[in-house]
């Protein structure tokens, strides 16, 4: 049977309800029709019922935890196994299976031994067939152009980069100062959400294009994202044809609409080399086809 001892604390709040009560009684607010003699042996029983409740469903829970536990379960007088799911099989390479691995071939043991991997690419003239070569562009990895005709009158750019950058104040130029006005740029300095590279190439529309366009189209102008088309390559082809293409890519993008120099630049390397449209010697193919740069590293401004 329950037991019905009451607390203190218990105790003292019953004894302040009950004299809540008598006052709101005194002041005819409410009729005085509760009794207080059973008011503490019903809420100790009322309390000490639940607290059963919960320790009852715990044991249950508990028991029930026990019972899933085993690799079997009792069911019926019998035992049945519990429902696993069955693992799929692992992929192993030829070596876990005890197999041989394939041999290397001469260029990968070249590789191993003298970490060089210049011995797994190969040159665009022996990668591509004739008629690949034959109809390629070719290019030294330089563009020797200037910003678009159109482009330039329309935003009253110079008309090569040193009258450019002194017609904006000059100052000698360090990828630490890319204004040249002799203050380094800082992330503080930067509005939020915005990285450092970015805002620094939005101020040097006029002194800086190349810098400006490689990050930013012509004010005004959407920036396209996504799968290039026909016309683009066509155009990039046609520039790179009559100007040359592999470094400045921000003015080389001048002459594509909706595209920015770092674009381009992906481009030339992830579609444009491995098809073999443009040939240039500071690139070379693995042997997955992809393009490799072998030249040398190096930074224009």
Not at 84 to 90: D, F, G, K, N, V
Not at 203 to 224: C, D, I, M, S
Not at 242 to 261: A, M, N, Q
Request: proline letters at 4%; aromatic letters at 8%; hydrophobic letters at 30%.
């Amino acid at each position: 049977m329950p037991s019905t001892h009451v607390s203190e604390y218990e105790q003292q709040r019953l004894d302040n309800i009950r004299q809540n009560r008598e006052l709101l009684v005194s002041l005819n607010l409410i009729g005085d029709t509760h009794d207080y003699s059973t008011s503490a042996a019903d809420t100790s029983a009322h309390v000490t019922g639940r607290r059963q409740i919960v320790k009852e469903k715990k044991t249950q829970r508990k028991t029930s935890d026990a019972e899933a536990s085993g690799d079997e379960a009792e069911w019926g007088g019998t035992k049945r196994p519990r429902s696993r799911i069955t693992a799929q099989p692992s992929r192993r390479s030829k070596r876990l299976r005890g197999e041989s691995a394939e041999p290397t071939t001469p260029a990968e043991d070249l590789v191993i031994e003298t970490g060089d991997i210049r011995g797994l690419l190969s040159e665009a003239s022996l990668h591509f067939t004739g008629p690949v070569l034959d109809s390629a562009i070719r290019v030294n990895g330089h563009y020797t152009g200037w910003v678009e005709p159109a482009v330039q009158e329309r935003l009253g750019l110079e008309s090569n980069s040193t009258a450019a950058w002194e017609s904006q104040g000059g100052g000698k130029f360090s990828f630490k100062d890319p204004l040249g006005t002799g203050k380094r740029i800082t992330k503080k300095s930067v509005p939020s959400g915005q990285s450092v590279a970015k805002y620094v190439a939005s101020k040097l529309l006029k002194k800086n294009p190349n810098a400006y366009f490689y990050r930013h189209t012509e004010p005004g102008v959407v920036q396209w994202t996504g799968d290039w088309t026909d016309e683009e390559r066509d155009v990039f082809l046609n520039v790179a044809r009559e100007f040359g293409c592999g470094d400045k890519w921000g003015l080389f993008s001048t002459y594509i609409p909706h595209r920015v120099g770092y674009q381009c630049s992906n481009y030339y390397r992830q579609y444009v080399i491995p098809a073999g449209w443009i040939i240039d010697d500071n690139y070379q193919i693995d042997s997955t086809g992809h393009a490799v740069y072998v030249g040398k590293h190096k930074r224009s401004n």
